[in-house]
């Protein structure tokens, strides 16, 4: 009698190392994308990310363009839009200030998503931490360790590009079935970020080295995170994630530091830890909302 062949059972990593390995390979990325800056600008460096991300995705994908609704349309470019607003500008805050600051101001858009329209005094307090820790980083004048205005501008419209994006994503997940959605929002996003790129001397200064660290970049930031998500999602309730995303300041804040030599004072920790404390506490605490997600 002839034995059965053996069945070959797929491995998948374990939910919770997958979403912190998630987070090292979104803020790895991060700091070697700023390690571009020099050669190709922080619109060069967020066109060639976006760009090379959203082929790579629809590839993947293969979102059906020609046969979309008007009113999928109507959903889809304003996503691709904000989606592409919000890498640039955290690109080019990133230009102006350390890392882990700018994720931590960044984050104030999930964490408005997370408890607006919420009357919770509990919820309250979330955001007083929050405002808090913005507070600490905010450049006083004549305070110790101050930061460059214009960069924690840029993070904060970041951040609100990132709250737009997750109200705008949650109703594109609802109509594009898998990842279409997301391809094709990607492609409006490089559509949106490459004039930005182009304009600042992309053409001339792109060179095959640095083609290829740029699509190291988008496969750190965007492929490999959105992957391992994926896969976490399936099992991680959605207030687990929101509490380990949570650990995005902090980390990088450490890829800061160990890629990028970037020292933050004692305040600024101090505020990165107000504002990491109130995105897990808004996660613990609250009813049901959708995970932030990070493209």
């Known amino acids: 009698m002839r034995e059965a062949p053996p069945v070959r059972r797929s491995w998948h990593l374990p939910p919770l190392p997958a979403v912190l390995l998630s987070i090292v390979s979104v803020q790895g990325g991060a700091a070697f994308a700023k390690e571009l800056f020099p050669a190709l600008g922080p619109a060069g460096t967020a066109g060639m990310r976006i760009g090379l991300s959203a082929l790579l995705l629809f590839v993947a994908f293969r979102p059906p363009l020609l046969r979309l609704t008007r009113a999928q349309w109507g959903m889809v470019i304003p996503y691709g839009v904000v989606l592409g607003m919000m890498n640039l500008s955290f690109y080019m805050s990133l230009e102006r200030i350390p890392l882990g600051l700018a994720v931590t101001l960044e984050f104030a858009g999930p964490l408005a998503v997370?408890?607006?329209?919420?009357?919770?005094?509990?919820?309250?307090?979330?955001?007083?931490?929050?405002?808090?820790?913005?507070?600490?980083?905010?450049?006083?004048?004549g305070g110790s360790g101050a930061v460059d205005l214009l960069g924690v501008l840029l993070a904060l419209f970041a951040g609100g590009?990132?709250?737009?994006?997750?109200?705008?994503?949650?109703?594109?997940?609802?109509?594009?079935?898998?990842?279409?959605?997301?391809?094709?929002?990607?492609?409006?996003?490089?559509?949106?970020?490459?004039p930005f790129a182009f304009a600042q001397g992309l053409a001339a200064r792109l060179t095959p080295p640095l083609a290829a660290a740029s699509l190291a970049v988008a496969l750190l930031s965007s492929a490999v995170p959105y992957t391992l998500e994926m896969t976490a999602l399936r099992v991680?309730?959605?207030?687990?994630?929101?509490?380990?995303?949570?650990?995005?300041?902090?980390?990088?804040?450490?890829?800061?530091?160990?890629?990028?030599?970037?020292?933050?004072?004692?305040?600024?920790?101090?505020?990165?830890?107000?504002?990491?404390?109130?995105?897990?506490?808004?996660?613990?605490?609250?009813?049901?909302?959708?995970?932030?997600?990070?493209?």
């Open 114 to 141: 997370a408890v607006s329209g919420s009357r919770r005094a509990l919820d309250f307090l979330w955001v007083v931490l929050a405002a808090a820790g913005i507070v600490l980083i905010a450049p006083w004048p």
């Open 161 to 194: 590009c990132w709250a737009a994006y997750i109200v705008l994503g949650g109703r594109v997940s609802r109509v594009f079935p898998g990842g279409q959605g997301v391809a094709a929002g990607m492609l409006f996003a490089a559509l949106t970020v490459l």
């Open 236 to 295: 991680l309730s959605s207030r687990t994630f929101g509490i380990l995303m949570s650990l995005e300041p902090a980390v990088a804040a450490l890829a800061g530091l160990v890629f990028l030599r970037e020292q933050l004072t004692a305040m600024q920790w101090l505020a990165l830890g107000f504002v990491s404390a109130a995105s897990a506490g808004a996660a613990l605490t609250a009813r049901r909302v959708s995970p932030p997600v990070e493209a």
